[in-house]
Nanobody
Framework: VQLVESGGGSVQSGGSLRLACVLSGYTHKGYSLAWFRRGPPPLKEREGVAAIDSDGSTVYAPSVKGRFTISQDSAKKTLYLQMNNLKPEDTATYIC????????????????WGQGIQVTVSS
């Protein structure tokens, strides 16, 4: 199983980006998929941003609710994160995750992780 993110980059405050994560070799069903982020050093903890369950239900961190949208294309085995109205505090490395094993899908308890992709928002 390999998770590869794309779509990151640098934008100005108020701008938009769409991240994608291709889940190669991932065929498991019944688990959640999610996006996490890790802010600039010295921060090291991953923050759950958004998650989507196997039934399509979604959950968001309060800091991004109303601005970010998580979705998936099962046929393409791709997870997306549409980020609108970006703010400087959204600057982070964004990491996709698959096969959540906790009842709270925003906790960083997943079996598979991508390498992460940088998103930088300037004011």
């Amino acid at each position: 199983v390999q998770l590869v993110e794309s779509g990151g980059g640098s934008v100005q405050s108020g701008g938009s980006l769409r991240l994608a994560c291709v889940l190669s070799g991932y065929t498991h069903k019944g688990y959640s998929l999610a996006w996490f982020r890790r802010g600039p050093p010295p921060l090291k903890e991953r923050e759950g941003v958004a998650a989507i369950d196997s039934d399509g239900s979604t959950v968001y961190a309060p800091s991004v609710k109303g601005r970010f949208t998580i979705s998936q294309d099962s046929a393409k085995k791709t997870l997306y994160l549409q980020m609108n109205n970006l703010k400087p505090e959204d600057t982070a490395t964004y990491i996709c995750a698959a096969e959540g094993t906790n009842v709270n899908p925003l906790l960083a308890i997943y079996n598979y992780w991508g390498q992460g992709i940088q998103v930088t928002v300037s004011s």
